[in-house]
């Protein structure tokens, strides 16, 4: 059983850090590893991606700012944010790639089929 649990999320004014944690356990298919947010009444859109070639993806709305990385060793991917906004304000959620999902793009979320219930991110001005 695939289970993801995201941490590391709360409240900071603009222009602090945060890093997210994601703790992946049960996920042997090697695919990709992303962060998404989603911010009340809009969808779930990609920020970050972590592919299994140790390739990055990243929204151009994070680019500069966010940092993707992983431990293989303790099956842990981070999300190093600099630089927040108001506009970052949103629940952040870990996901990894499902089988099949090939024909998507790397930060579109049809891509991954598993997610971990997610850490809230906050940023006031």
């Known amino acids: 059983q695939v289970q993801l649990l995201e941490s590391g999320g709360g409240s900071v004014q603009a222009g602090g850090s945060l890093r997210l944690s994601c703790a992946v356990s049960?996920?042997?298919?090697?695919?990709?590893l992303g962060w998404f947010r989603q911010a009340p009444g809009k969808e779930r859109e990609g920020v970050a991606v972590?592919?299994?070639?140790?390739?990055?993806n990243y929204a151009d709305f994070v680019k500069g700012r966010f940092t993707v990385s992983g431990d293989n060793a303790k099956k842990m991917v981070y999300l190093q944010m600099t630089g927040l906004t108001p506009e970052d304000t949103a629940m952040y959620y870990c996901?990894?790639?499902?089988?099949?999902?090939?024909?998507?793009?790397?930060?579109?979320?049809?891509?991954?089929?598993?997610w971990g219930q997610g850490t809230q991110v906050t940023v006031s001005s």
């Open positions: 996901g990894a790639e499902g089988p099949g999902t090939w024909q998507y793009r790397f930060l579109d979320r049809r891509r991954y089929k598993y």
């Open positions: 972590l592919q299994a070639t140790g390739t990055t």
């Open positions: 049960g996920y042997h298919s090697g695919g990709s």
